[in-house]
């Protein structure tokens, strides 16, 4: 299951999207990004204000003496236009995302708590704080085996796509597994448990399956496609490298590698414990309740006063 640079290339967003255009809601690429925008995602730290318009204005910031040497890039008033016009060219708001990805860890900056974005301001800001763009921009072949240089990548350039935003009910939201061509494996995307998704699970996979056919251009056999059921059409929303990086949801990858079936195996979230309504991207965070249970010392105290603290609530 070897990562390559042209799997990695042909999953980027311009690369699939004038293919499948129909299967799939409107976006508009700005490709290559526009140059200001891309300076001002490079440099480092995070600060309000990526545009010309506040330029003298004091942004309210802490500011040490080495802030007044530093010139901060900041986005071309020509380019936040292009951006501007992109968004009211599809219909006023927009999910931004570079070649590969969104910033959906990065929702806790967004004044909405979303990807929708209205305004240039809310792209940048979103792109800025995101792990996930970062290493669009950083590192998209790090986990690619091929030593191709130069020739694969020659003509390669980053890219901003704006996507129509659309009101999306993620329990409807699906990740489908191709191998060889044909889909062995589809997932739930939610992780939390819908008791009407076993009725409708039957029905949305037959669309699903319609869906598959559908992308036989797409250049690599194996890949994987993330798609959205509205009323009784599947839309595909993304494509993915098939790769460790690809999240298996919940098929692990070494069962999706073994799959060889002719009937797509579809998994829901069950019911009960297994079910999960937790925060998604929160790896790092610790329950609070074992955040206050931990008075500041070592793990073997740590595990004492846990325990004492269980011992407590079963009294
Ligand atoms: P992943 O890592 O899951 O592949 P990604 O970074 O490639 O994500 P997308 O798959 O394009 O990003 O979108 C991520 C999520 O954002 C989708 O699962 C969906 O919930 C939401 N989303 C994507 N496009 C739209 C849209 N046009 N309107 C509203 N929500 C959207
Ligand atoms: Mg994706």
């Known amino acids: 299951m070897e990562t390559t640079k042209a799997h990695v290339l042909n999953c980027q967003f311009s690369s699939w999207y004038p293919k499948f255009k129909k299967l799939t809601p409107r976006a508009r690429i700005l490709k290559p990004i526009p140059p200001s925008v891309l300076n001002y995602l490079n440099q480092d730290g995070i600060f309000l204000g990526g545009s010309d318009d506040d330029e003298n204005e004091d942004d309210g910031e802490i500011k040490d003496e080495d802030d007044e040497n530093v010139q901060r890039a900041r986005v071309s008033a020509e380019d936040l236009k292009l951006i501007t016009d992109t968004i009211e060219e599809l219909g006023g708001s927009v ?23 209205t305004n240039a301001s809310d792209i ?49 939201e699906y990740r489908c597994f191709v191998k060889g061509r044909k889909l062995v494996a589809v997932s739930q995307r939610d992780p939390n448990y819908y008791d009407f998704l076993e009725k ?22 194996n890949f994987v496609f993330d798609a959205y059921i509205q009323k009784d059409r599947a839309f595909l929303i993304d494509i993915n490298p098939y ?40 790896e790092n965070r610790v329950p609070f309740d074992m955040v206050a249970a931990n008075l500041g010392g070592n793990i073997s105290e740590f595990a004492n006063s846990m325990q004492q603290s269980m011992a407590a609530e079963e009294k």
């Open 95 to 117: 999910v931004p995302k570079l070649n590969w990805s969104t910033p959906k860890d990065a929702l806790w900056i967004a004044p909405t708590n979303s990807l929708k974005c």
């Open 124 to 172: 940048l800001l979103l792109l800025k704080a995101s792990d996930f763009v970062a290493h669009d921009l950083d590192d998209p072949f790090d986990n690619c085996k091929d030593d191709v240089v130069g020739k694969l990548t020659e003509n390669f350039s980053y890219e901003l796509v704006l996507k129509e935003w659309f009101p999306i009910h993620t329990s409807h």
């Open 200 to 221: 409708e699970a039957p029905e949305h996979l037959e669309l699903l399956i319609e869906l598959s056919e559908k992308l036989h251009d797409f250049p690599d056999e």
């Open 243 to 282: 790769s460790l990086t690809t999240d298996g949801q919940l098929f692990s990858w070494s069962e999706i590698n073994k799959l060889n079936t002719d009937d797509p195996v579809l998994r829901l979230v069950p019911k009960g414990p297994f079910g999960s309504s937790g925060s998604m991207y929160s």
